[in-house]
C-alpha cells in the first residue's frame, strides 16, 4: 500500500473517531439524568427555661423567593424525619421538653425570615425543618448563589482557599449574615441557633449514577449579654461528590 492509500485510510478513521466520538459525547448528554433536593434545617439549644421567645433566622431563598413559595412540600415543621449532612454540619438530635412553638416565614429588616415564636420553651434542644422530594433538574452545587436556593441574607460572599484534601471540583465561600433572638429567663443561660441548607443533585445515566451537592451554615449563640440582632459568620462548602 503506498503512502497515498495510507494517509486517505488514516484520514477516514480519524473522521469516523471524530463522529462517533461525538455522537457518544451527544448520546451521553441526553441520557444523562438528573433530579434535586434541598434540607434545610434549625437548631435551637437553651440550656435554661424561657418565656416570650422570639427567634428569626436566615431561610432558603432564590430571586426573592423562599423555598417553601415555591415547593408545595417543604413546609417547615418540628422534629423533621430526615437530615443529609455532611462536614460536621449535622444538626442535633431533638431533647426538648414542653413548649409551645409557632413557625412562620416574615418579612424583616434584613429581608424574608423564619419566625420561631413561643411564649414558654423548657430547657433542651428543639429542632425545626423542611425537606423537598426529589425534582428534575440538577444545581450548580459548586456555585449555587446566582440560581440555586441559598440561606439569605447572604452579604459579602467570599471565595477562599478549601483544604489541601479537597477535591478540584469543590468551592469554599464564606460570607456575613444575621440572626435575631429575644426572651425571657429565671436564670441566667445561654441560647444557640444554628442554620443550616443542604442542596443535592443527583444523576445517572445508563448504569453509572452519583450525587454531589453543598452544604451551608450559620450560628449564633445569645445570653444576658447578647440578644436582639447579632452579625453572624456563614459557610458554604460546595462541589463534593461526583460528576458524570
Request: hydrophobic content about 35%; glycine content about 10%; aromatic content about 10%.
Amino acid at each position: 500500500m503506498n503512502r497515498k492509500v495510507v494517509g486517505i485510510a488514516l484520514g477516514a478513521i480519524v473522521v469516523l473517531t471524530v463522529v462517533i466520538g461525538g455522537g457518544l459525547f451527544v448520546v451521553d448528554a441526553a441520557l444523562t439524568s438528573y433530579f434535586h433536593s434541598y434540607t434545610y434545617r434549625v437548631a435551637v439549644e437553651t440550656d435554661t427555661d424561657l418565656t416570650d421567645v422570639t427567634i428569626y433566622v436566615p431561610v432558603p431563598t432564590r430571586d426573592g423567593e423562599t423555598l417553601t413559595d415555591v415547593y408545595a412540600d417543604a413546609a417547615v415543621v418540628q422534629d423533621p424525619a430526615e437530615w443529609i449532612g455532611d462536614d460536621g454540619s449535622n444538626v442535633p438530635d431533638a431533647t426538648g421538653g414542653s413548649a409551645d412553638w409557632t413557625t412562620q416565614i416574615v418579612e424583616t429588616a434584613h429581608g424574608p425570615m423564619l419566625s420561631l415564636r413561643a411564649s414558654s420553651v423548657e430547657a433542651g434542644t428543639y429542632v425545626f425543618g423542611a425537606n423537598t422530594m426529589l425534582e428534575q433538574g440538577r444545581i450548580h452545587t459548586a456555585d449555587p448563589w446566582a440560581s440555586d436556593f441559598v440561606l439569605t441574607p447572604a452579604n459579602d460572599v467570599t471565595q477562599d482557599e478549601c483544604p489541601s484534601w479537597a477535591d478540584e471540583t469543590e468551592r469554599c465561600y464564606t460570607y456575613r449574615s444575621h440572626l435575631y433572638a429575644d426572651a425571657d429567663a429565671p436564670t441566667r443561660g445561654t441560647v444557640s441557633v444554628s442554620v443550616s441548607l443542604h442542596g443535592q443533585t443527583d444523576w445517572g445515566f445508563v448504569f453509572a449514577n452519583g450525587w454531589n451537592w453543598f452544604n451551608q451554615r450559620t450560628s449564633a449563640t445569645f445570653d444576658e449579654t447578647t440578644n436582639g440582632w447579632v452579625d453572624t459568620e456563614g459557610t458554604l462548602k460546595g462541589g463534593a461528590g461526583t460528576y458524570p
